[in-house]
């Protein structure tokens, strides 16, 4: 699975899980780098942007972060 596949996969899953909605299906790349993971073995870091509609239809915007295709955080506006 592709980085960005799997974090789309990731944020709809999050969302799903707290009773909100992915906006538009679609996340946006904001950055990338690269860096060691822990086993010292350089990946591409990327981070990515979303937005999600709560219970009340109020938009949010999410941050992922994957470093290769492993989830390194996952931050949600509230």
Known sequence: MQARERGLAITKQACSEL???LLDDTI???H???KKDTKDQYQIRRIYI???LDI???IHEGTLILLGVEQE????DT
């Open 19 to 21: 009773g909100t909605k």
């Open 28 to 30: 946006f790349l904001s």
């Open 56 to 58: 009340e239809s109020n």
């Open 50 to 52: 979303f937005r999600y």
């Open 32 to 34: 990338t780098s690269i």
């Open 73 to 76: 955080s996952l931050l949600l």
